[in-house]
Every structure is written in structure tokens, then in C-alpha cells.
């Protein structure tokens, strides 16, 4: 099966597909990526993850908004006395 090496998702975040160099810990890399259901776990993990970086993003987007215009209002309320 062919994969990319690592996978990017929202915000800029790589998932590294790649093995490690610890050999015990390659080792059991290897033999779970070659596992296709393990390989589609782990996928679908990554996925997921990307799915729920998205919606931290959009809202911390709409948070950042939402505080500048509570920062704008407050300026105007105290610029009025």
C-alpha cells in the first residue's frame, strides 16, 4: 500500500508516518502499518484529528473576532465620557 510520509492537517500540524529509530519501537511500527486495518486505524485517527483541528480553529478565529469587537466597544464606551 502507498502512503505519504506524513500527513498535514489544519493549522499547519504534521502527522509523521515515518519510522522511528528506536528498533524496538520501529519494529512494532512497521508490523502495525503493515496491518491494513491497523494502517486504516491509524489513518482514520489522523483524519479525525484533522477534522476536530479545523473546528478549534474556526472557533478560536470567532473568539479572536468577537474579543476585538468587545475591545472596540468598551474603547468607544470609554472615549464617549
Known sequence: M????SITVAG???????????????????AKL????NLLITLNSI???GR???VHLDLM???EQRIETIQI???NYLSND
Not at 502507498?2 to 510520509?5: A, G, L, M, R, T
Open 61 to 63: 478565529q470567532r473568539l
Open 34 to 37: 503493515k496491518d491494513k486495518e
Open 2 to 5: 502507498n502512503y505519504k510520509d
Open 12 to 30: 499547519g500540524v504534521n502527522w509523521s508516518l515515518k519510522s522511528i529509530d528506536i528498533p524496538w519501537a520501529k519494529s512494532v511500527q512497521e
Open 73 to 75: 466597544d468598551i474603547d
Open 47 to 49: 483524519a479525525q484529528r
Open 52 to 54: 476536530t483541528s479545523t
